[in-house]
């Protein structure tokens, strides 16, 4: 696997690779790998011959507040475990190569950007679609793998993708879990033993809302009982649990089509978001 850090070098090798007659992936990750990234590396061999991973943590998503100095950091560790995994080109760069001085723009996706996450994390959104348009500009991949945990993100990556024409078909991969159900997160990491006891209830809370919307349940009820499950497990605080459509992120008051549940709770200082998806049952009653 060839380690890049700067943009000419990577636009030689992504070239070499295309015009050797192979498809190129990206798949960019902040680093702290897990499985759930390793999976994404896999699904990315599947579907193209040249699997490039970008490693960077991208301070322009980390509000003033946040953990971008802690972020878990291992650039070695990572390298291995994308080797094993059948990755073809690591690209990580400098924020300097990212940000050089004078860098102006900001790319926002209106409306999405706001919702659940936007709202605890004003200006988290315009970080990420700003890197990552960044990267599709320096990788130039022809398809890119996300992550099904984070369903905003993703969301917010398709309209920006559709929204600039851009020339890159953005896939998505299931998100990853603990025996006890709990969404692989770099951020795990933060979790002491006790919290990790307690964080398994978010998973749970999570399932047991969406089987009990899908089978008619007032969705009102169900968010509020997942919310009452989160906190007398031991969550600190549930910052939102939310029924919305898909791809719009609005919220939905009855099941009358395919949905998301999506949930953000705090324990101590680490803050968990995880997802699922909500059908409507055929014999269940959604009025
Ligand atoms: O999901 C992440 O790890 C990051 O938000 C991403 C997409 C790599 C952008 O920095």
Redesign the pocket.
Known sequence: MALVRDVAELRLQVAAARAAGKRIALV???GALHQGHLSLVALARANAGFVVASL?V?PA?FGPNEDFARYPRDEKRDRDLLQQAGCDLLFAPSVATVYPAGFRTQVTVADLSERLEGKARPGHFAG?AT??TKLFGMVQPDVAI?GEK?WQ?LAIIRQLTADLNLAVEIRSGPTVREADGLAMSSRNAYLTPTEREVAGALPDALAKAAAAIASGREVSDALAEAERAMRTAGFTAVDYVALVDPETLAPLLVLDRPARLLAAARLGTTRLIDNLEVRPEPDGCHE
């Open positions: 960019p990750t902040m960077f991208n998503q990420v890197v990552v996300f984070d993100q």
